[in-house]
């Protein structure tokens, strides 16, 4: 049954089955949109009616209703209802303000103990990187810590930004920030750190090995989000005494894999591919 054309206004609807609570035009509205969101397969008109124990006549008005607000998707070709954009745009919404502390710190925990080495979880943040969390399996006197910045050229974390910014923004970036040297293998050609940059991204992760500190290595990931930026960023340190390039290199598929892990529960759907960007 094909709604085109629905020649019932919202209010004519309510008039229609105000009568009593229970058939108020809410509740059926309710009603006809769980029996269509909840449904593994789109529905036909029949599948509605039998499903929500309406009336047909109720049934094509609330669709034609749910249509008209883009609530409800009609299929002419295979006369099916399924759930409109307006819906898909609510369910992108509400992820999308879903907490990132809350989605990702189980994850990092479980993650540094498999590993046995710390973790942090980042954000871009103007010209610099963010640390929202860390898990400590190994405390150190000069760790990061939440709230602590670092910057972008020689971390982990501040790679992976730099690697997904868009052309146009990575070089606005380039020529903004400074790069300060903090040991000899700190990064301070932009020509190198930006053949460093398309490395990440065919690799997956970042390297920072002795940038920041020289005792110190690093690998980071990203994390995207359900509008498929990188959010945030998670990430891998440990000492030279702790760990070698070798070795924290191995960990990257530990460390990618709890990544997406975190980005799966922020509405992150793998469909873009190399289009990424974190803006």
Known sequence: MTLAAPCW???EVCADMSRSPQSSIVTKCAAVLDAVSLSR???????????TSFAKSSC??????LQSEELIAYDKDTRTYSTGSRVRKWANSNWHR????DV????MDTLSEAAGMNTALSILDGQSILYLRTSDQTPVRFADRAGDRAPLHCTAAGKVFLAYLSPGRLSDLLKSIRLDR????????????????SDVVSNGFSRAIGEEHVHVMGIGAPIWNAQNQVAACLSF?????QMTEHGIGNRAPMLMEAARTISVRLG???????SKTTN
């Open 41 to 51: 397969r789109p529905l036909a008109f029949a599948d509605v009616v039998e499903q």
């Open 9 to 11: 206004t919202l209010r």
């Open 237 to 241: 340190w440990a000492t030279t005494r």
């Open 268 to 274: 992150w759907e793998d469909t873009f591919g190399a």
């Open 98 to 101: 879903t907490d990132l502390l």
């Open 60 to 65: 094509h008005r609330i669709l034609a209703v």
């Open 182 to 197: 903090f040991t000899d293998h700190t990064i301070g050609d932009k020509s190198v750190l930006e053949a460093q940059l």
């Open 104 to 107: 990702s710190s189980d994850t």
